[in-house]
């Protein structure tokens, strides 16, 4: 069983930058793929960034591209995802997942466990 925590949402202007962090706990952390996805009201779960267990590979959705970075820090059971240039479009919950695999996709169903989400606003 892996425990997710995130923290780091909050309420920012328009081409303001976040930072999110996942704290994991309960198992091995590097043994895990981390992803990061997003869900605003009314809409289905979105894919936003994965990274593998080691950190070498990273895979980004479209709407993110160049805009937000994924990374992690095995020695502190960490993944972030450091956002710039929001948008009132990336307004959502934002939820950490892992998966027990070197690296894996873009659909929730690869995830074996999530977060509780932390909410992003950003206002125009």
């Known amino acids: 069983q892996v425990q997710l925590v995130e923290s780091g949402g909050g309420l920012v202007q328009a081409g303001g930058s976040l930072r999110l962090s996942c704290a994991a706990s309960?198992?091995?952390?590097?043994?895990?793929?981390m992803g990061w996805f997003r869900q605003a009201p009314g809409k289905e779960r979105e894919f936003v960034a994965t990274?593998?267990?080691?950190?070498?590979?990273?895979y980004y959705g479209d709407s993110v591209q160049g805009r937000f970075t994924i990374s992690r820090d095995n020695a502190k059971n960490t993944v972030y995802l450091q956002m710039n240039s929001l948008q009132p479009g990336d307004t959502a919950a934002y939820y950490c997942?892992?998966?027990?695999?070197?690296?894996?996709?873009?659909?929730?169903?690869?995830?074996?466990?999530w977060g509780q989400g932390t909410q992003v606003t950003v206002s125009s």
């Open positions: 309960g198992r091995t952390f590097s043994n895990y793929a």
């Open positions: 990274i593998s267990w080691s950190g070498g590979m990273t």
């Open positions: 997942a892992a998966a027990p695999k070197h690296y894996t996709g873009i659909y929730p169903y690869e995830y074996d466990y």
